[in-house]
């Protein structure tokens, strides 16, 4: 089908069902009204379960009139709109699987195997418009506003009718200024109007200032009149410029974002890694046993407590802390300890450590990904300006930078904390104090460790959940750390951001993989500039 | 070094067991012992086991059912499992081990077209069989390797062709993982497109690299490109471990289907298993086979699979399919040869018919490829696909694309007298090596 | 790549070339170090003549190791000069090795000697001779090689531990080896900071002795040590530092004796 | 007292009692492997199948490889977590050309264009592919380009006194930044896929029994020699220098040598040894992809050094040869599964309990049997301990 064609069919129906709100507006008592129009003929096209038939069916209830249309619209979006029987017969279905009749919804008597009408994405998009015209007259002002500007954004003008009678009679100034809006989109491309007009369309949509703003400045017919173009041309300038400022702003947000990434990833190896010396290749590991305490957790909300899904990450952050913290302690007790002062060593045990929970993993849940739901909360986006935020993302920023304050105010002023310090800065002196070194041993690792774990929780939101997980993160930690200054938490924070803006900022001019090997370069470059790092200790040099 | 002795030692001893017990049974007699070895070649560690490993199983179970129903030419199968462990050298190594040390008869494996351009040279050299269950870039056909999975005509192609009628795309992303699979089938796609009057403008091509998890700009970039006013639609080669940030992605931002519809040719049942569906609910799927598929045979294999495995909620795919094929299609192809010699057997193949779990029959052709329908379908909640079409017949793979400079004069048939896989039809000769 | 420090001349802009600029082996001038605001060194100044030997004392973080740092190129100062053989060459240009090729061996506070190589080889890399990488591959020792290095044996005492190695010694003959090392070097100045750290009284009157004689042998050597006893031993010039520059400057009676040492350092 | 004879106390031995050893088994092991192979009939129980040929002409090449680790990591103390990129630079100077010589058998049959290049509707050959028909360039090459990233990597790193773990670190993310490189289409190494499908070495079929065992013998001989290359170069007084600045740098600065010239040397000697082991493993593998720079890859070359010994060059040789061993053993058959864990487990007991690898350990075994007597053939200096 051609989008012409489809177009057409799209105005069709929005006519029709704004017609036929504004005919039997809300309320299903007018289905029982005697000389209801016969709509059996689509109802028996939706049976046939073929995507072209659906789709005509829909118009045509649309132009039926009928006032079971809306109903029957709505089940087909749910999914409750279902056929069967022979010859077959179509149903909605109602609450616990009861089968209704479409025009009446009574139960029917006898009941037949029945399956539901199959929708496609141009099915799906049919019945987005009918919705759309028809909340274009519902009693909710914000649905009528999202109404308005789907109709701005399909551009129709078969739509203009039903817009103009809604604008009329519309009062909410919000409403109201969406509908001019979508008025506008429409005229802006409209043959047969005044220069005038057109300008002023142009205006109003110019001071939208967005990329779907520019889109439809670019359609401004060729035969439009020459102060027209200019209007537009300076419209669509004007909104370049400020899209190429707010681009920037994207880019250092998405920067930022990539850069809480890292921050999590690194910070339990700023611990273990930069605090205690051990080059923990099994840091990746940490963050995917995170990763999979989540995924255990959400396994048992759904199957048990379905009700608790939204707080799921809620209960799985100080599970996984506890948990990857005690394996932690285990692989600390077990094996590091027998390895201070040899750091290279630890780099090969904590490698073989590594492979050994990889495997372990891959043995536990199976090789392939493993499904971690996203809580309502964190769904979706919303805009400041120009600017798209996707609350994940934010989430993600801000549970990063609790996390390193928290560390920050443990390591400060906590007694574990200052134990620590004092074991890593003098562990015969810190002994000879009375501090139990072997235990703030073992609990280093193991905050280390957790705090790995809490990061799983975060990116298992973002990624794969798969034994492979950690793999993908252990370099950019290491390097994270290392370019921040090793023993340095604050440099792993400004590490993080840093390497994350920079190679957002580098992405859109060299693209995903030369972007990424140009920042390792830089980071190169940089460390032979300042080989401790960027907040490298300053003090008398260290003899020898 | 002294490894090396006590391997050499106790091979020497298996030898001589062996010779002892050839001798004992007076010859002849010891084959209702024997066995015919069938290799899994398949990564069971390392980044691609996430992929590899069902298909190791799906061998595995594929054995199992033969040895019930009496094994093949009157003897029990056995598989030889080896783990290369997604290491594209130690491919070719266990390949040879297979075939040298193991003496299996067939190798099912490989995943990536790296690991099988591995393996390659060592089935060309000691003359075996392997069969290849995955889709891929075709530009090869080698008379020791049988592809069971699609060429980019079989899945690439009908998926555009799709979009173009039943959504009306004007504006093309291809966005894929930067290898050799992705960067041939969108040569051959943007060709394919320009051929069909799209305008280079409304063509956006984008790469990333393997594993790539921050996929913020790259979807915004999408965002950008689809609101230019024409219907666009993302064709994604995007690799495995890439997949899972990406739709993740397109989530957040809020893409839905009904605006940008994302079609993949990676990304099938297993895959979903690992994600949250539900924002991804009408993204599209080009394969030859889904688990969804409603034909008795499809429900039958699923049964027993499910079963096979002690899990009712395993799902198939469609390399599973294509191993299930290719491997009825080895057993069919030994009988009829009435040896598992791998000349004979190869020579045998060809014209070997199979049914296929989408009801329907595959064929062997000369050019060691099968024929196959091609269904597209969009993602459901339950992460199963429901089937939005199929086509009418079954499509013959071009091994060679008729859309690149360099192969759209070869062909490849591995009949006598022509016995070529890279034929050059304007030339009139064998391109390369070719036996 | 060259190993052999570049001689540059000293400016004509120079500060006024003083008398004591180009008699002094070593002329420090107003050279202030200072570490994230804490200012070890304080505009410290002094000389070393050639064939001078000189203790220096002072309390901890006096700024007498920073001293050293800066005259072996490890720091490089804030301010201030620092010249090397009668002010022809300005060693805050140099680095570590072009300071040592110069003729300035150092002596660490913590003995520190290749651990791993015996005592024999410790000297045979210490001595003076080839420093370049490639040539050194295909080297071998010439008799004049063996007889110097016999004669250092000789010296620190260390010949019957010859094969044993640095890492297998006592602290002390640590000590012996290292100051044997600098030896072996040929120095015009020897920096040996607290030779005698963990000696026993002994050991220590042998270290003051071995020091006198190397200073009798014509080199010039700076000498920092807590030590009072092995200071009056060594019977030379001290001077004290105290907050990075100079307190006091004279014979040991005299600097012991002034108010302010006595404050700050040595205590009522 | 004879002072000149004193000086002259044990002159070292180049080779030692373990080196000679190695070397005789290496020699035994290049001339019985071709004669059993060909000269043994294949059902004779001395017979060792070309197969097992090949796999040992690997361990060879991968034990030159970790030899060249052990020259920097156990004497100069340069944790290298990118050797691996030296190894796969030396593999695709030898892969390129052997993809020259494929000539006109490519599949395309184009006379000059490798396949891949074809296919991806290349018109010429990138000027980096110039001159790699001819061997004696690309054997020069197989030494120049890991030489010349050494070079320039490590005049930058050493002269900045990069040391420890950030030099780790950098290294690692040199041979991350050359994988993500490699992968890249546009580079013209043929991405993801590489260098693959030869047909003939030097005018030999490289699939033919012959040339693999010519491929075999001359890897024994390039490990024979790698060996006493660096035995020679860790002995001399350049080598002593090395193991200085691995205990302790700061002073030899101090003693007026330049550490990181010597660094250098060592850096770029060790990475032409890489590459040359990388030349040979190429043919006998018979591919090159851009996973040869997988930073896990080099770090697994740091595990064989550490299992066989470090600064022992036989242990390293040894560990090499060992590791990969377990791996083909492990990776087959009903281990499979688990072979990850045996891996894993064999790198911690190691750290753990054989800290100083096998070879290691057998030299502190050896020495405490007699205290007092010379140890011939002992590490020049085994490393102390780690930083």
């Known amino acids: ?544 | ?435 | 790549m060259t190993d052999t420090a570049t001689l540059e001349p000293l400016a004509e802009a120079a500060p006024a070339a003083k008398k004591e600029l180009t008699e002094a082996l070593l002329y420090l001038d107003a050279v202030t170090v200072t570490f994230d605001g804490f200012r070890a060194l304080n505009a410290l100044s002094f000389t070393v003549d050639p064939g001078e030997m000189r203790a220096v004392i002072g309390p901890n973080g006096a700024g007498k190791t920073t001293m050293m740092d800066v005259i072996t190129g490890k720091t490089r100062p804030d301010r201030g000069d620092v010249f090397f053989n009668g002010g022809t060459t300005d060693l805050t240009k140099l680095d570590e090795t072009q300071i040592a090729t110069l003729g300035i061996g150092r002596k660490f506070q913590k003995p520190t000697v290749f651990e791993s190589h015996t005592v024999l080889d410790n000297l045979r890399l210490a001595l003076k001779g080839q420093r370049r990488a490639l040539p050194n591959i295909f080297r071998r020792e010439s008799a004049a090689e063996r007889e110097r290095i016999d004669e250092i044996f000789e010296t620190i005492r260390l010949t019957e531990h010859r094969d044993r190695l640095g890492g297998a010694l006592s602290h002390g003959q640590k000590q012996w080896l290292e100051i044997g090392m600098l030896l072996a070097q040929d120095p015009k100045l020897l920096l040996v900071d607290e030779p005698v750290a963990g000696m026993t009284d002994a050991e220590t009157a042998q270290t003051a002795e071995l020091l006198r004689a190397i200073n009798a042998n014509g080199h010039s050597v700076v000498v920092v040590e807590h030590d009072m006893t092995f200071v009056r031993d060594l019977g030379v010039r001290v001077m004290c530092l105290h907050e990075g520059s100079v307190l006091a400057e004279g014979t040991l009676d005299q600097v012991s004796a002034n108010e302010r040492v006595i404050e700050v350092y040595l205590g009522r | 007292m004879n002072t000149k004879g004193l000086a002259m106390t044990r002159p070292p031995a180049l080779l030692g009692t373990s080196g000679i050893v190695f070397l005789i088994v290496l020699a035994v092991v290049a001339v019985l492997v071709p004669v059993l192979n060909l000269a043994v009939t294949p059902d004779s129980a001395v017979h060792v199948p070309t197969y097992v040929v090949s796999l040992l002409g690997k361990y060879l090449t991968y034990a030159l490889l970790a030899l060249s680790v052990d020259l920097i990591w156990g004497y100069v103390g340069i944790l290298s977590l990118g050797q691996g990129a030296f190894f796969a630079l030396g593999g695709y100077a030898m892969g390129m050309y052997l993809m020259r010589q494929i000539g006109t058998r490519g599949v395309y049959g184009d006379p000059v264009l490798p396949d891949f290049m074809v296919f991806l509707n290349w018109k010429e050959l990138p000027w980096f592919w110039y001159g790699f028909d001819m061997f004696p360039f690309a054997a020069l090459m197989v030494l120049l380009a890991p030489g010349l990233l050494a070079l320039v990597f490590g005049w930058f790193a050493f002269r900045s006194r990069v040391t420890g773990v950030y030099l780790s670190i950098i290294t690692q993310a040199m041979t991350f930044a050359l994988l993500l490189a490699f992968f890249r289409n546009d580079m013209g190494f043929g991405g993801n896929n590489g260098l693959t499908d030869f047909k003939d070495i030097l005018g030999f079929n490289i699939q033919a029994d012959g040339t693999r065992l010519v491929l075999f013998v001359l890897s024994a001989v390039a490990l024979g020699l790698g060996y006493v290359l660096c035995r020679f170069l860790v002995r001399s007084h350049f080598g002593k220098v090395l193991v200085a600045i691995r205990d302790a740098e700061t002073r030899v600065r101090f003693t007026g040598y330049r550490a990181e010239n010597y660094k250098l040397v060592a850096f770029v000697v060790s990475a032409m040894l890489a590459g040359i082991a990388g030349a040979l493993y190429v043919p006998q593998v018979g591919i090159i992809n851009p996973s040869e720079f997988s930073p896990a890859n080099s770090i697994e070359i740091i595990v064989w050094v550490a299992v066989g010994g470090r600064g022992t060059l036989v242990g390293a040789a040894l560990g090499a040869v060992l590791v990969n061993y377990a791996k083909t053993y492990f990776t087959s058959g009903i281990l499979a599964p688990y072979w990850l864990f045996m891996l894993g487990g064999l790198f911690v007991a190691v750290t753990l309990f054989l800290p100083k690898g096998i070879v290691g350990t057998y030299y502190d075994w050896r020495e405490k049997r007699r205290p007092h007597d010379d140890i011939p053939g002992a590490p020049i200096a085994a490393p102390g301990p780690a930083e």
């Open chain 2, 1 to 435: 070094m002294l490894n090396m002795f006590t391997h050499a030692r106790r091979m020497a001893g298996r030898a001589l067991v062996g010779a002892a017990a050839l001798a004992l049974a007076g010859g002849g007699v010891a084959s209702a012992q024997e066995t015919i070895k069938v290799g899994v070649l398949h990564s069971l560690s390392g980044t691609m086991a996430i992929s590899e490993t069902t298909l190791k199983d799906t061998v595995l179970f594929m054995v199992q059912e033969q040895n019930a129903a009496g094994g093949v030419l009157g003897k029990k199968l056995e598989a030889v499992v080896v783990d290369p462990a997604s290491n594209w050298p130690l491919f070719a190594e266990k390949a040879r081990e297979l075939i040298a040390k193991e003496k299996v008869a067939v190798v099912f494996g490989c995943w990536t077209s790296v690991s099988r351009k591995s393996v390659l040279p060592v089935f060309k050299e000691l003359n075996s069989i392997l069969f290849y269950p995955v889709q891929y870039e075709g530009e090869e056909s080698e008379r020791n390797v049988f592809y069971t999975g699609a060429a980019p005509n079989q899945q690439a192609i009908p998926a555009v062709d799709y979009l173009m009628e039943n959504e009306g795309v004007q504006r093309w992303v291809l966005a894929g993982t930067d290898y050799v699979y992705p960067r041939t089938t969108n040569k051959i796609l943007e060709a394919y497109l320009k051929s069909k009057g799209v305008k280079s403008e409304d063509i956006m091509i984008n790469y990333t690299p393997f594993g790539h998890s921050d996929w913020q700009t790259i979807v915004a970039d999408i965002k950008k490109f689809g609101s230019a006013g024409k219907k666009t639609a993302v064709v994604s080669t995007i690799n495995g471990d890439a997949n899972v940030p990406f739709y993740k992605e397109l989530g957040n931002q809020g893409i839905k289907a009904t605006d940008i519809p994302v079609v993949a040719f990676s990304v099938g049942e297993e895959e979903l298993a690992g994600i949250d569906t539900k924002p991804l609910v009408g993204h599209l799927a080009a394969w030859n086979y889904f688990q969804s598929v409603d034909v008795p045979e499809n429900a039958a294999f699923i049964k027993k699979w499910q079963a096979f495995t002690k899990n009712d909620k395993r799902v198939t795919n469609d390399p599973m399919e294509a191993t299930v094929i290719g491997f009825n299609m080895w057993v069919k192809a030994v009988e009829k040869a009435g040896t598992t010699d791998a000349d004979k057997v190869i020579d045998a193949l060809i014209g070997v018919t199979v049914p296929n779990l989408s009801g329907g029959f595959s064929a062997m052709m000369p050019n060691h490829h099968i024929t196959k329908p091609v269904l597209i379908g969009e993602i459901k909640e339950d992460g199963q696909f429901d089937i939005v079409e199929q086509t009418p017949g079954l499509i013959v793979a071009e091994e060679w694309s008729p859309y690149l400079e360099g192969s759209k004069d070869l062909i490849a048939d591995w009949r006598k007298p022509l016995s070529c896989g890279n034929f050059n039809v304007k030339t009139g000769k064998c391109g390369g090596a070719g036996q």
């Open chain 1, 1 to 544: 089908m051609t989008s012409r064609a489809r177009l057409f069919r799209f105005a069709r129906l929005l006519c029709a069902l704004a017609l036929l709100c504004a005919a039997a507006p809300f309320g299903r008592a007018a289905a029982q009204d005697a000389g209801a129009p016969d709509i059996s003929a689509p109802l028996a096209q939706l049976t046939t379960n073929k995507y072209d038939d659906t789709e005509a069916a829909l118009g045509a209830l649309a132009l039926s009139g009928s006032p079971a249309a809306a109903g029957i619209v709505t089940a087909l979006a749910e999914g409750k709109l279902v056929f069967g029987g022979t010859p077959p017969r179509l149903f909605i279905q109602g609450e616990a699987g009861a089968l209704l009749d479409p025009l009446t919804l009574q139960p029917v008597a006898e009941a037949p195997a029945v399956k539901p009408v199959r929708v496609n994405n141009r099915v799906r998009r049919a019945i987005d418009a009918a919705n759309g015209a028809l909340s274009l007259v519902s009693p909710d002002a914000g649905k009528r506003r999202e109404a308005a500007l789907a109709v701005g954004r399909s551009r129709d003008e078969a739509a203009l009718p039903a817009l103009e009678a809604a604008l009329a009679k519309e009062s909410d100034p919000k409403v109201k200024s969406a509908m001019n809006l979508a008025r506008a989109s429409i005229l802006i491309g409209k043959e047969g109007i005044t220069p005038a007009e057109r300008i002023a369309a142009v205006e109003l949509v110019g001071a939208e200032g967005n990329q779907d703003a520019l889109a439809i400045l670019r359609s401004v017919p060729d035969s439009a009149a020459p102060e027209v173009k200019q209007a537009a041309a300076d419209a669509i300038a004007g909104i370049e410029r400020n899209l190429a400022l707010w681009g920037m702003a994207q880019n250092v947000w998405y920067g930022l974002s990539l850069g809480s990434v890292l921050l999590l990833a690194a910070i339990g190896l700023a611990i273990t890694f930069g605090v205690m010396g051990v080059i923990n290749m099994a840091h990746g590991e940490m963050v995917m046993l995170g990763a999979y305490t989540t995924f255990v957790v959400q396994e048992v909300i759904r199957t048990s407590y379905p009700g608790l899904f939204d707080v799921s990450l809620l209960i799985a952050i100080p599970l996984a802390f506890v948990f990857t913290g005690l394996i932690g302690v285990l692989i600390e007790r077990t094996v590091i300890r027998f390895l201070y002062g040899r750091a290279l060593e630890t780099l090969l045990a904590t490698w073989g450590i590594s492979l050994i929970l990889q495997q372990a993993i891959r043995t536990i849940f199976g090789p392939t990904n493993r499904e971690v739901g996203a809580p309502s909360w964190m769904s979706g986006s919303f805009e400041i300006g120009q600017l798209a935020i996707t609350s994940g993302r934010l989430w993600i920023i801000v549970f990063s930078l609790l996390v390193f304050f928290a560390l920050l105010a443990t390591l400060r002023l906590t007694r574990i904390g200052l134990e620590m310090r004092a074991v890593t800065q003098n562990r015969r002196m810190a002994a000879s104090m009375g501090i139990r070194t072997n235990w703030v041993d073992a609990m280093t690792f193991g905050l280390g460790s957790g705090i790995a774990g809490m990061a799983g929780v975060a990116l298992s939101q973002i990624d794969n959940v798969s034994p492979n997980l950690g793999q993908s993160y252990i370099i950019d930690s290491f390097l994270v750390v290392v370019f921040g200054g090793v023993g340095n938490l604050w440099g792993t924070l400004v590490g993080a951001m840093t390497l994350g803006v920079a190679n957002k900022l580098l992405e859109p001019y060299a693209g995903a993989v030369l972007g990424k090997i140009a920042l390792l370069v830089i980071v190169i470059l940089f460390i032979q500039k300042r080989p401790r790092g960027l907040f490298a200790l300053k003090g008398r040099s260290i003899e020898a």
